[in-house]
């Protein structure tokens, strides 16, 4: 009788073992963090008239990471550097209407609140026509501030030459490193900015011959199949003429 009563209370327990149901699996496991939103590029390389032109990307996943071949398309976001080699030469175009062209191996960085940072070569920068962009060309030695205006600074290979800031179109300020000193540039206007020099820079307008020949011959603003975006304004002015509103100046 114990027997049998012990064989039923063993399979009675089996058999609740076996009836139980299975666990409910565990829940996923969700993150709160939200989704890091993809940085939108702010320009790209619109022309590339001339190889090689490098690109070096701060979207890279390392620091290690070589500089690529610049694409016409790339798009180009803050702290992008680009570089020219030789003969290359190349154009960039911002969402915001600023662009730009650089060559002569030229090294060019963006960076924030459009400051451009120009270590090597020579550039030539513009604001679309209408559009007043407050936009900066840094070097070691001194910086162009321009609005609305077409500028072009030269950084040659020999420092001690000089950085050369020169208004192609309207009014070009340019503030010397360390000083509260400002330069206003007009169209056909110049400056020659040299390292450690005890006077400032002396302003000097093109003559109108000067300014025709200068026009004339300039890789950046001819030497590309597409004309710059301020090029017919550029044509219709005279040295001293700070925008085709103002009278041009007495020869």
């Known amino acids: 009788m114990k027997s049998s009563l012990l064989m039923v209370a063993v399979t009675l327990f089996i058999f609740g073992c076996e009836s139980q149901p299975n666990s ?4 996923p496991v969700t993150s709160s963090t939200p989704t890091a939103v993809k940085e939108q590029a702010i320009a790209k390389v619109s022309l590339i008239e001339e190889k090689p032109v490098f690109v070096q990307s701060k ?5 290690k990471e070589k500089e690529t071949d610049a694409k016409v398309g790339m798009g180009l976001y803050l702290a992008d550097t680009i570089r020219t080699q030789g003969k290359g030469k190349t154009q960039v175009e911002f969402n915001n209407g600023v662009g730009f062209r ?6 060019l960085q963006i960076q924030p609140n ?3 940072n120009l270590t090597s070569g020579k550039m030539i920068t513009w604001v679309n026509p209408g559009l007043k962009v407050p936009t900066e060309i840094s070097t070691s030695y001194a910086t162009a ?3 609305g205006t077409t500028a072009f600074v030269e950084i040659p290979k020999d420092i001690n030459q000089g950085i050369r800031f020169f208004s192609w179109e309207g009014t070009v300020v340019v503030k010397l490193a360390n ?3 400002e330069i206003t540039l007009l169209t056909g206007e110049e400056i020659i900015v040299k390292p450690n020099s005890p006077t400032p820079p002396v302003v ?4 109108l011959d000067e300014w025709k020949d200068t ?7 001819r030497g590309f199949k597409s004309p710059l975006p301020t090029q017919a304004i550029i044509d219709k002015l005279t040295p001293g003429q700070a925008s085709l509103e103002k009278t041009p100046p007495a020869n």
Do not use: F
């Not at 409910?24 to 829940?27: E, R, V």
């Not at 979207?59 to 620091?63: D, F, L, W």
């Not at 026009?215 to 603003?221: D, I």
């Open 179 to 181: 000083q509260s000193k």
């Open 145 to 147: 501030a321009i609005r």
């Open 24 to 27: 409910a699996p565990p829940s």
């Open 204 to 207: 000097r307008r093109l003559n």
């Open 102 to 107: 650089i060559a002569g191996d030229a090294e």
């Open 59 to 63: 979207q890279k996943a390392t620091s």
């Open 114 to 116: 459009n400051r451009l």
């Open 215 to 221: 026009s004339a011959k300039s890789s950046l603003l």
